[in-house]
C-alpha cells in the first residue's frame, strides 16, 4: 500500500527553524522519481494551500509567495524521501503540514492540491511565543 508519512513537526519559537521529512512507503518501490512532491498546509478554520513543490528529478521548485525566500523543498529519491527546510518561522506559520504526492510522466509541478494522488497524515507545526 502506497503510503506517506511525515516527521518533524513541533513547537518552535518565532524566528527558529524546523526540517519537515516526508517518506514513501516500499510500496513506491522504484518509481518515487516518477512522482512530484508538494507541501501543503491547514490552519485552523481555514482550507488547505500550496506551500512547495518539486519536480520528480528534484531540478524545478516553486513555492507561495509568503515562504519563498523562507523555505526550501528538496528531495532524496533513494530514500524516497523529500524535505521542507523552514527558516525565519512566524505565527502565521502555524498550520498541519501534509506531503502529497502526484505521479508525473513530465517534470510538472502541480500547485493544486486536487492534482495529487496520495496524501500524509500531517504533522503540526506550532509557532509561538
Known amino acids: 500500500q502506497v503510503q506517506l508519512v511525515e516527521s518533524g513537526g513541533g513547537l518552535v519559537q518565532p524566528g527558529e527553524s524546523l526540517r519537515l521529512s516526508c517518506t514513501g512507503s516500499?510500496?513506491?518501490?522504484?518509481?518515487?522519481?516518477?512522482?512530484?512532491m508538494g507541501w501543503f498546509r491547514q490552519a485552523p478554520g481555514k482550507e488547505r494551500e500550496f506551500v512547495a513543490v518539486i519536480s520528480r528529478a528534484g531540478t524545478v521548485t516553486d513555492y507561495q509567495a509568503s515562504v519563498k525566500r523562507r523555505f526550501s523543498i528538496s528531495r532524496h529519491n533513494a530514500q524516497n524521501t523529500v524535505y521542507l527546510q523552514m527558516n525565519n518561522l512566524k505565527p502565521e506559520d502555524t498550520a498541519i503540514y501534509y506531503c502529497a504526492a502526484r505521479n508525473t510522466v513530465t517534470g510538472a509541478i502541480p500547485t493544486n492540491l486536487a492534482e495529487y494522488d496520495y496524501w500524509g497524515q500531517g504533522t503540526q507545526v506550532t509557532v509561538s511565543s
Open positions: 516500499a510500496a513506491f518501490g522504484d518509481t518515487f522519481s516518477n512522482y512530484a
